[in-house]
């Protein structure tokens, strides 16, 4: 039996908690908080107009300036920053920072999809869970919080490290750390049979794995999903793939797996992630993900 496939996008909204809020937008720009910093960030998709003050924009701490369209830029501060702050969601507790690539260590719009991974999980015994394209581990942080038994995969040390720095906040020690190109380690999984209940796929538009194999999203993401299906337990109860892409969608992502998971039944929604203004009526979309569910 085939999977049924939403026939409509989903919009999976993310608004702002304690340790986070998207303030205003506007101007190809966004006015973000995150912990006790008010950043400003690039963000064409923003037409309109701000709604707050020009002076509420100027007291911001740091402003990211890009240098080209692929993220690259650098910060200018108001204020000399820490180095890390501790932020949280939930229970998992982890650390910002400002990076070289206009984000700061996470992505606040997949809250949208931790909260739907910590419920999910929750209902599940003790489930296999592995996290690709891991980066600094929120997402397998919610997942052990909720029960899971994580395997975490990313090809950067750095990015590992500085997972390892947020488990340590959140008191884990109960996740394994894979440093590895994520396609190698898949392959090695299918050949020993290895199986999971749940696996999250983030993969970035390129990338290049820790011995230099080189990683194009539109060229080599359908063989990983084909594997990743491959390690999928019969009792799986979930793939999420997600991708920032300016040329994917959630409707052929949801594709994809419809074609990968066929015979496996259950659901796939697919849409796009959104983080929504304090003011609660305009949404800004990021990015674009699939997820089957069984």
């Known amino acids: 039996m085939a999977p049924t496939v939403a026939e409509a996008p989903l919009v999976m909204r993310t608004t702002g908690w304690a340790d ?48 080209d369209e692929d993220e690259a830029g650098r910060w200018r501060f108001s204020r000399q920053p820490a180095e890390t702050w501790p932020l949280n969601w939930g229970a998992a507790k982890f650390n910002g920072r400002f990076t070289a ?23 599940l015994k003790q489930p296999r869970v592995l996290n690709l394209f891991g980066y600094t581990g929120v997402a397998s942080l919610v997942c052990a919080a909720a029960g899971a038994q ?17 488990a340590a906040l959140s008191g884990r020690e109960d ?7 994520a396609r190698k380690y898949v392959q090695r999984e299918a050949r020993r049979g290895s199986q999971y209940e749940g696996i999250i796929l983030d993969p970035p538009k390129y990338g290049r794995g820790p011995t230099g194999e080189i990683w194009k ?55 796009e992630l959104a983080l929504v203004e304090e003011a609660g009526d305009r949404q800004i979309g990021l990015s674009f993900f699939a997820r089957w569910s069984a």
């Open 20 to 67: 986070y809020a998207l303030l205003d937008s506007g101007h190809g720009k966004k006015l973000e908080r995150y912990g006790p910093y008010r950043v400003v960030r690039p963000e064409p998709q923003c037409l309109w107009s701000p709604r707050l003050p020009q002076s509420e924009w100027d007291r911001a701490d740091a402003v990211f300036d890009p240098t």
């Open 101 to 123: 690539f206009r984000h700061l260590a996470f992505f606040p719009e997949q809250a949208a999809n931790w909260a739907w991974l910590d419920e999910r999980i929750r209902t």
């Open 150 to 166: 994580v395997t975490h995969v990313d090809a950067s040390k750095k990015a590992v490290a500085w997972a390892r720095e947020n």
């Open 175 to 181: 996740i394994r750390w894979i440093v590895e190109d």
């Open 217 to 271: 999203l539109f060229e080599d993401l359908p063989e990983l999903a084909k594997l990743c299906a491959s390690l999928l337990s019969p009792d799986a109860s979930f793939l999420i793939l997600n991708a920032y892409a300016e040329r994917i969608s959630g409707a052929s992502l949801s594709g994809l797996l419809a074609q990968e998971l066929a015979g496996r039944g259950g659901r796939i929604d697919w849409g």
